[in-house]
């Protein structure tokens, strides 16, 4: 942790008088109060894990040690996080020690505390997972693409990696780390980490992280997966079935990472790669250091939905080289990131496709803030997640509000002023963490102040909704195809010629800005004439899906491929949408017999979401 917190030390100091607990320890507070990890950093903490597991696709069990570095401030106890883990067997420098697993929080999980001396460097828990695993995603052969093998991936963000290892579950401690991976032969493991280019005989993996990263970056996959090369530092893992058309989709990579290291400095990763997973991976992408982990519902054909890559890209600055302190401070991973994600875009393919993008991110914003209407303190940039799930913050208002606020300031004071305040701070904060008020003062420092400019900093992060100066995001191509929406809507004629030219984002705005009454004759004529109920680009379908489901509309057999598309793709944004829309239209019966058979295919995050949104 190279950076203290500077608000939180000075409060904390005044305070460390009445506070005489523990006398060996340093009064000097470095860490932010855990919200959603029982860890106690400033007592004990985390350095170095080396993890060593064997992982049994029969039992669906995985088992081994996880190996720490510690240092310790002079505390008796260690503390980690636990949640569904069958603890064994704990050692501190190598000596079996005693150890207690606290009472068990619905959300949190257990404390896994272990009793350690003041000289001790090391501890090591011996421990399986269990099947309640949230982390965990064990697929059988037929949900892969090719259907031979089975397939596992991991999902640690936010606070799921202490369901698959027991370990310090907070954003704000970082750690290096060395694994050993023992899987079945015909299967590779790739992870977080530098990774094998091909598999070994003995299905014996050995990785290594040597940048300090948070526990929720930390991850694994496990399939019949092959690796293909774009540049010296990009590439792509996929199933054998996928390899060549996910190879050409992203083959943009390293162009998109010259654009980002342009933008904002060196990429300090080293490697970027890709892995497509089965399609029931919950997220459009994740982040995970030198291998995002993505859906393979951005394989569109016509490398229309790549801006998930730029997205995934941009984190390895936003999120990954600069992480939240808790996740309090979301926004500013992922509003630095959307607003990175553009300007990248932006850069490889043009203004007109950025503002696309900015656009559509708009009118999603304007939905969350609909649905949140009830609950305005959760449309504020700086959240309160203190007792709920930190998933409660994964919103809309994060992304697209934080990247509204970033180029309503960029605006204001130049693009010139705003890459280079950028650029110095994602280096002053480098592989460490920060918060929103150390964002504040910086921001007020060496960008505001500097220039004489006022800005309503404030209302933009501690206030709900939108300020009234936000960037008002034009884009000529989208007001074209309102204008032709309108006028079919109006004379039931759409022109060929028109469309013919028309990008998926220029589709994914027509589609979803029909009006409330357009009529089942009219859905079934520009179905005839373009075939959405057959669309192959995800997106395109996703929304025509969303219409057709609102509006009643049941031709072409789009309530079978509905039913299909839901029983197949787990990204947890399109899934959740089309249960909404059955929600909205009063055919939740539909949509909970849809829900039986494809509950199963769904990782723990999409269901959890699902149940909720179902009532279940
Ligand atoms: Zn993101």
């Known amino acids: 942790m190279k950076k203290a917190l500077i608000l939180v030390l000075i409060s904390i100091l005044t305070l460390a008088s009445c ?10 507070k470095m860490y932010a109060v855990e919200l959603h990890s029982f860890a106690v950093p400033d007592d004990a903490v985390t350095t170095h894990l080396n993890l060593d597991i064997d992982v049994d696709f029969d039992t669906q069990v995985i088992s081994g040690t996880a190996s720490y570095d510690i240092t310790n401030n002079g505390a008796s106890q260690i503390i980690l996080d636990s949640k569904f883990l069958d603890i064994k067997d704990v050692t501190a420098n190598g000596v079996k020690t005693t150890f207690k697993l606290g009472k068990m929080n619905e959300k949190l999980g257990q404390s896994l505390t272990i009793d350690i001396k003041e000289s001790t460097t090391k501890i090591a828990i011996t421990y399986n997972t269990t099947a309640q695993t949230e982390a965990l995603q064990w697929l059988n ?8 093998h089975p397939f596992l991936f991991t999902q640690g963000q936010a606070i799921l990696t202490r369901t698959w290892i027991p370990i310090q579950d907070s954003p704000q401690i970082r750690i290096t780390y060395d694994a050993i991976v023992k899987v079945p032969k015909e299967l590779m493991a790739v992870m977080s980490a530098e990774n094998p280019k091909e598999k070994n005989a003995n299905g014996v993996y050995n990785f290594k992280m040597e940048q300090p990263i948070p526990a929720y970056l930390i991850a694994l996959a496990i399939g019949d997966i092959e690796y293909k090369g774009i540049s010296n ?4 893992y996929a199933e054998k079935s996928m390899i060549e058309k996910v190879h050409t989709e992203f083959s943009d990579m390293e162009k998109m990472v010259l654009a980002a290291e342009n933008l904002y400095g060196a990429y300090d990763w080293e490697q970027f790669d890709v892995i497509v997973l089965p399609p029931s991976f919950p997220f459009g992408g994740m982040e995970n250091p030198r291998l995002t982990f993505a859906t393979p519902t951005v394989i569109a054909g016509d490398k229309s939905l790549t801006s998930l890559v730029a997205h995934e890209l941009a984190h390895s600055w936003s999120g990954n080289l600069v992480t939240n302190a808790t996740w309090n401070d979301f926004w500013l991973n992922e509003g630095f990131t959307v607003y990175f994600e553009i300007r990248i875009m932006e850069a490889l393919y043009g203004k007109e496709r950025a503002n696309m993008l900015a656009l559509i991110g708009r009118q999603d914003l304007e939905d969350e803030l609909e649905a949140l209407k009830e ?4 449309t504020k940039l700086k959240l309160d997640l203190k007792g709920r799930n930190p998933d409660d913050g994964m919103n809309s208002i994060a992304y697209d509000k934080g990247y509204l606020f970033l180029r309503t300031l960029e605006e204001k004071v130049g693009r010139t002023e705003m890459d280079a305040f950028l650029k110095s701070y994602f280096k002053k904060n480098a592989f460490s963490t920060t918060n929103t008020e150390d964002f504040i003062t910086y921001l007020n420092t060496n960008l505001l102040e500097k220039n004489n400019i006022t800005f309503n900093t404030d209302e933009w992060i501690y206030q709900p909704g939108v300020p009234e100066n936000a960037a008002i995001i034009e884009s000529d191509a989208f007001s074209n195809v309102e204008k032709t929406l309108q006028n079919f809507i109006n004379t039931n004629k759409i022109d060929v010629d028109v469309t013919a030219k028309w990008t998926p984002q220029e589709w994914v705005h027509f589609v979803r800005n029909f009006p409330e009454d357009i009529s089942v004759d009219q859905m079934q004529k520009l179905d005839n004439t373009f075939s959405l109920t057959e669309s192959t680009n995800s997106y395109i379908a996703m929304v025509w899906y969303e219409q057709s489901i609102l509006n009643n509309y049941h031709g072409n057999n789009v309530d079978t491929n509905i039913s299909e598309f839901l029983n197949t793709v787990g990204r947890r944004w399109y899934v959740t949408t089309l249960f909404n829309a059955f929600a909205k239209a009063e055919r939740k019966q539909e949509a909970l017999e849809i829900y039986k058979t494809a509950r199963a295919n769904y990782h723990s995050v999409t ?9 279940l």
């Open 141 to 148: 052969a037929q949900q892969t693409a090719d259907k031979t």
């Open 375 to 378: 609950t305005p303190n959760d």
């Open 19 to 28: 506070q005489e607990t523990k006398k060996e320890i340093t009064s000097t």
């Open 233 to 236: 530092r990009t590439g792509v």
């Open 607 to 615: 269901a959890n979401t699902v149940d909720e949104m179902l009532g």
